[in-house]
T-cell receptor, first 112, second 114 residues
Framework: DTAVSQTPKYLVTQMGNDKSIKCEQN?????MYWYKQDSKKFLKIMFS???????INETVPNRFSPKSPDKAHLNLHINSLELGDSAVYFC???????????FGSGTRLTVV | GNSVTQMEGPVTLSEEAFLTINCTYT??????LFWYVQYPGEGLQLLLK?????DKGSNKGFEATYRKETTSFHLEKGSVQVSDSAVYFC?????????????FGAGTRLFVKA
């Protein structure tokens, strides 16, 4: 069983479109995250949620809207996609207080 | 603000060579420190961690010691294998955010030749 699963694995779309990425974890963790990894492998936090509540919003454009329907899911919706949104997006989870992350395998988003 | 700086790669070594990847940090308070590894096409995996000064984290032959006096957490391995080829990330749990944010270094790519 995959601990943190993201779908889709690859996403190619045109500028201006709206797309969603889904993430689910079966580890019983209470904290989930979205990170963006650019082409140089630099990882930057976007959001963190604890028990469905938004804790960290790292000055991400409001075209990005996360939603956490329950502790096991954290989805990311992106409106009006831009070329600069092309990256690999990683979902991760942890148990509060440990900061030990389990990462999903990533979603490679390409905006053309 | 809090940050992590690690040596630029790529690092290229022959099998059985000694590995050091340098990592230094800037933080208010006392962060936990981590090394993560990313294999091609995969997400990051925790390699080792240390939660307080002088702690040594170790796993799969890799070691790193939390040095508060030099604000460092260098990764070492005595004898690398081809299968160790990956990108290695040093990270700290940001103490200013109650542990809800981990800051990653830029990553160091390691190539090990047979």
């Amino acid at each position: 069983d995959t601990a943190v699963s993201q779908t889709p694995k690859y996403l190619v779309t045109q500028m201006g479109n709206d797309k969603s990425i889904k993430c689910e974890q079966n580890l019983g963790h209470d904290t989930m995250y979205w990170y963006k990894q650019d082409s140089k492998k630099f990882l930057k936090i976007m959001f963190s949620y604890n028990n469905k509540e938004l804790i960290i919003n790292e000055t991400v454009p409001n075209r990005f809207s996360p939603k956490s329907p329950d502790k096991a899911h954290l989805n990311l919706h992106i409106n009006s996609l831009e070329l600069g949104d092309s990256a690999v997006y990683f979902c991760a989870s942890s148990q509060q207080g440990t900061a030990i992350y389990t990462f999903g395998s990533g979603t490679r988003l390409t905006v053309v | 603000g809090n940050s992590v700086t690690q040596m630029e790669g790529p690092v290229t070594l022959s099998e059985e060579a000694f590995l050091t990847i340098n990592c230094t940090y800037t933080a208010t308070g006392y962060p936990s420190l981590f090394w993560y590894v990313q294999y091609p096409g995969e997400g990051l995996q925790l390699l080792l961690k240390a939660t307080k000064a002088d702690d040594k984290g170790s796993n799969k032959g890799f070691e790193a010691t939390y040095r508060k006096e030099t604000t460092s957490f260098h990764l070492e391995k005595g004898s690398v294998q081809v299968s160790d080829s990956a990108v290695y990330f040093c990270a700290l749990s940001d103490p200013d955010t109650g542990g809800f944010k981990t800051i990653f270094g830029a990553g160091t790519r390691l190539f090990v030749k047979a």
